[in-house]
């Protein structure tokens, strides 16, 4: 089984297509296409899963829409696009927790519900998953401590960093304590 190719980054594609097009004028990547850009400029995703990444933001555009909760996925975006942070080809979205929540308040969870994603980071340090899948095991207390764990280097995680290590504890005792 071979990995897929990398997808080519934006600027690239555009001047490819300006090019195929003889000259003529590109237009702007929407909202949904530079988030998604931006994620998979980090993770170095596929052509394949970009587009799902596409699909996946339309479709909860969709759903905010029909949930009466308009606005609720771009506000998301806009906040993504600022804030993403690439780290070790990771994104972390910190910074976006009350768009995140407002979405969430609506049933909507954008690339995953934050316990998979914590799932995803702690497989990657080699740590298993830690909670369960879908948006019914993913409840506020476990949510909080679940975005402990994304704020967390794998160093922090299997106690190589001290302090990173002391901060994630800090993290989860105030989301099971402090509420």
Known sequence: MTAAAPRPPRPLKALLFAAV??????????????????????????????????????AAQQ?????????????????????????????????????????RACGIFLFGTV?????????ACGLGESFGRGPEACLEELACAARCMLDTTCEGLNGFDPEENQRFGECNVRCFLMR
């Open 21 to 58: 097009a003889g000259g003529a004028l590109v237009g702007c990547p929407s909202q949904v296409e530079r988030t998604c850009d931006v994620i998979c400029d980090c993770s170095g995703c596929s052509e394949a899963v970009y587009l799902a990444c596409v699909d996946e933001v339309e």
């Open 63 to 103: 759903s905010a829409a029909e949930a009466s909760c308009p606005g609720a996925v771009d506000e998301l975006l806009v906040c993504l696009e600022d804030e993403l942070e690439c780290k070790d080809d990771r994104y972390t979205t910190g910074g976006c927790e009350d768009q995140e929540e407002r979405l």
């Open 115 to 123: 316990c998979e994603q914590a799932n995803a980071h702690t497989a």
